[in-house]
């Protein structure tokens, strides 16, 4: 029986969150008094040996981000951070319970994140929607700066940094952090060709580093427990802990904070309390819309990244979808792939197209066509090439949950 392990949520419902007196008795801005006596070099490597990896979806080693972009353009006058708090993969909610609970928590992480990088300057890019987190996140900066947490000559380290709030319109894509970057430069949500990286030239091209709500959470507890401390939870090749985000059939949907490696069979009945009805465990999509749908023979296997990966699944965002036997697959698979028609940006032709062709063959397949299994195996080929030619991750996602449909719940599809 698996016990939540609450790190970055560990001041959760226990602390005012609009008290910054609150999060310094619980700890909090040590890790930052900490850095700032440090060598920016030395933070960035303790982050690298923590092991920790990027919490948005991608699961990219922070530490080795940080070092690209301190090392980028070295004759560029300005360098930025910019927060990824747009959470908008469906089924995800864990950057909200840290917003509105905790908000100095990623604050202090993203002042630790600037100075390791030399950044003068960072963003923090929130959701419109999420009414509480801008209101929590608003009163944390103010009172940052009025204790000198941001500004100028931060806490008499030499080092100034200012924080800006921007508010996002809704639009899922603009989380892709390319996107994220046209909409903070005033700009319509379109993404960006990669290379370049935010790294080597993001925002207003200039070197960016841009890290999701979750991970800045991590960094000053890793800089005030130390790499080994860290290590400690989690796996060798994914250390720390994760929050999932678990919704559908279950007794106790919400949110967990887990060490990396959790399966799924323990998510499921040793936290969220199991199958909310008496109908057995059918399957789950795991990470959201981008994500991909497992059966029964998935409970047991340890969530991270790479084993994840390996077996033709994803973690994501963390956000974990439960169905019981009975549900149908087709219904889920067919509301991501209208949420991704939707929230196509239509810049390119593969993704504007790909994504209206395939709402379109889920339709035929319900409506009946002579043969259906040659329109579901055309439809992943559609979404393949989709995935090879799109210009951004959004074209290249629905070949996630639509594969691993066919794969699971070929017949649900088929009916
Ligand atoms: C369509 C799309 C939407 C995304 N939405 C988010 C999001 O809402 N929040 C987030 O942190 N990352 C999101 N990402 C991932 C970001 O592009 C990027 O990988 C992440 O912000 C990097 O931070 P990390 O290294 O800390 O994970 C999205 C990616 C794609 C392709």
């Not at 919490?55 to 360098?79: D, I, V, Y």
């Not at 909610?93 to 908000?103: G, T």
């Not at 994504?355 to 299994?373: A, F, I, Q, Y």
Request: glycine share 12%; charged share 25%.
């Amino acid at each position: 029986m698996i016990k939540e392990t609450r790190i970055t949520l560990k001041n959760v419902g226990k602390i005012n969150p609009e008290s910054i007196d609150d999060y310094i008795a619980a700890g909090g801005y040590a890790g930052l008094k900490k850095a700032l006596k440090m060598e920016p070099f030395s933070i960035i490597d303790e982050v690298l040996e923590a092991g920790l990896r990027g919490r948005g979806g991608a699961g990219f080693s922070t530490g080795t981000k940080k070092k690209f972009t301190s090392k980028s353009c070295l004759t560029c006058p300005q360098r930025y951070v910019v927060v990824n708090a747009d959470e908008g993969e469906p089924g995800t909610f864990k950057d909200r319970v840290i917003m509105e609970n905790d908000p100095h928590l990623y604050i202090e992480g993203t002042i630790i994140a600037a100075f390791s990088i030399n950044a003068t300057k960072g963003f923090i890019y929130l959701r419109g929607e999420y009414t509480g987190s801008i209101d929590k996140t608003r009163k944390a900066i103010a009172a940052a700066y009025e204790r000198g947490f941001l500004g100028k000559n931060i806490l008499d380290s030499g080092f100034d940094f200012d924080l800006e709030l921007k508010l996002g319109a809704g639009s899922y894509l603009c989380g892709e952090e390319l996107t994220m970057l046209e909409s903070l430069e005033g700009k319509r949500g379109h993404p960006r060709i990669k290379p370049p990286f935010p790294a080597e030239k993001g925002v207003f091209g200039a070197p960016t580093l841009v890290n999701n709500v979750e991970t800045l959470s991590n960094v000053p507890l890793i800089i005030a427990n130390g790499k080994d401390w860290y290590r400690q939870f989690g796996t060798e090749r994914s250390p720390g802990t994760k929050i999932f985000t678990i919704s559908g059939k279950v007794k106790n949907p919400g949110y967990y904070e887990v060490e990396m490696g959790v399966s799924l069979r323990e998510l499921i009945w040793d936290l969220a309390g199991g199958m909310s009805g008496d109908k057995p465990f059918k399957a789950a999509l795991l990470g959201g819309a981008a994500g991909t749908f497992v059966d029964a023979s998935m409970l047991d296997e340890r969530m991270t990244y790479d084993n994840l990966r390996e077996k033709g699944a994803t973690l994501g965002s963390g956000a974990v979808i439960v169905m019981e036997e009975g549900d149908s697959v087709y219904n889920i698979l067919h509301n991501c792939l209208r949420f991704f028609k939707h929230e196509s940006c239509g810049k390119c032709v593969p993704c504007r197209v790909g994504t209206s062709m395939l709402v379109k063959g889920t339709e035929k397949l319900r409506n009946g066509v002579p043969d259906k299994r040659a329109l579901l195996d055309q439809m992943v080929h559609e979404s393949e090439i989709m995935a090879a030619t799109s210009l951004c991750p959004l074209g290249q996602s629905p070949i996630l949950p639509l594969k691993s449909a066919a794969r699971y719940f070929a017949e649900d599809l088929l009916i």
